[in-house]
């Protein structure tokens, strides 16, 4: 198997096969996010990837049961990449249970419901959405989404909100699951309130089978790192971004999420699932809020 650059990859794919098949992030705009700063963005050649399966099925036998498709949003590759790709990863590890990847708004409305269907059918099953916030003035501050740019009649000026809600019950309707994530922060001190409480609202309407919750860092050479320095921006302190959680928790609204803060950015690991377990963890953010529940110390954390 062959990598360029770093690989990044959720918590929950530890385990997982990582395959290649795109360079970096097709948007890199987000002004919090360094992952992908020191590549430029390109399909990884079809003929590439496919010697690569066939290299990690030798390396690692028939067992893989998960493979994540790397990099940043690879569900931005064509049907002509996908098709090949999902079909050589079935027969080259016959006991795959799962294949997933990060997924932009706009890649799921880019395609069409018969090749999200397909995609589905072949094997696609989990996708990685990143809204980050369903504030959306905090949304447009961190430039999630070109959503202004986005071709085809009735989605110039879509609402990122509204996007990601589309974007998941699109998922759904091809028969993938979807996993939101949300980054505690991400507001700043101005806009923490209306952060924390538009992230809930936009987790109850995205209504996923996964939530997770991570925590902003302002990592140096980014845009925001900048704006931190120019006194533009200002990250909550560690009661603030506990308290953010909190909202969240107690105003996410999904039929039956699980939901986790196993990242290793976040001061407190919570497990549950929304709503059903959100008094639980509210109690427990109570409880760490008084100090009667140690928090993850600063050197533990990380991206």
């Not at 919090?32 to 690692?60: H, N, P, S, T, W």
């Not at 990847?101 to 996708?127: F, H, I, P």
């Not at 505690?184 to 809930?200: D, M, T």
């Not at 603030?240 to 928790?249: I, K, P, Y």
Request: charged fraction near 25%.
């Amino acid at each position: 198997m062959r990598y360029e650059g770093k690989i990044f990859r959720p918590p929950s794919e530890a385990r997982s096969y990582i395959l290649q098949a795109t360079i970096g992030c097709s948007w890199n705009r987000c002004v919090y996010c360094a992952m992908y700063q020191d590549k430029a963005f390109r399909l990884r050649a079809l003929g590439a990837v496919l010697e690569d399966i066939d290299a990690a099925a030798v390396a690692a036998g028939p067992g893989v049961s998960k493979v994540f498709v790397a990099d940043g949003d690879a569900l931005v590759l064509p049907m002509s990449h996908w098709e090949p790709i999902l079909s050589r990863l079935r027969l080259r590890f016959p006991r795959l249970e799962r294949i997933s990847c990060y997924a932009m708004a706009w890649n799921v409305l880019d395609k069409t419901d018969d090749e999200l269907r397909t995609l589905a059918q072949m094997g696609l099953s989990l996708l990685y959405l990143g809204p980050e916030s369903g504030d959306e003035p905090t949304l447009r501050r961190i430039a999630k989404a070109p959503l202004t740019a986005l071709p085809g009649d009735g989605r110039r000026g879509t609402p990122i909100f509204d996007a990601h809600v589309q974007a998941c019950a699109r998922a759904r309707l091809a028969g993938m699951k979807t996993s939101a994530i949300f980054l505690l922060g991400a507001g700043g001190v101005e806009r923490s309130e209306e952060h924390a409480a538009g992230s809930a609202r936009l987790a109850t309407a995205m209504d996923p089978d996964f939530l997770a919750a991570l925590t902003l860092t302002v990592v140096d050479g980014t845009a925001l790192a900048a704006r931190q320095e120019a006194e533009r921006f200002v990250l909550p302190e560690q009661a603030a971004l506990l308290r953010e959680l909190r909202t969240f928790v107690a105003q996410a609204r999904p039929t039956d999420a699980m939901f986790r803060t196993n990242h290793a950015s976040n001061y407190l690991p919570l497990a549950g699932r929304l709503p059903a377990d959100g008094p639980r963890m509210a109690a427990v953010i109570d409880a760490a809020l008084q100090g009667h529940v140690r928090l993850r110390p600063e050197w533990a954390r990380g991206l």
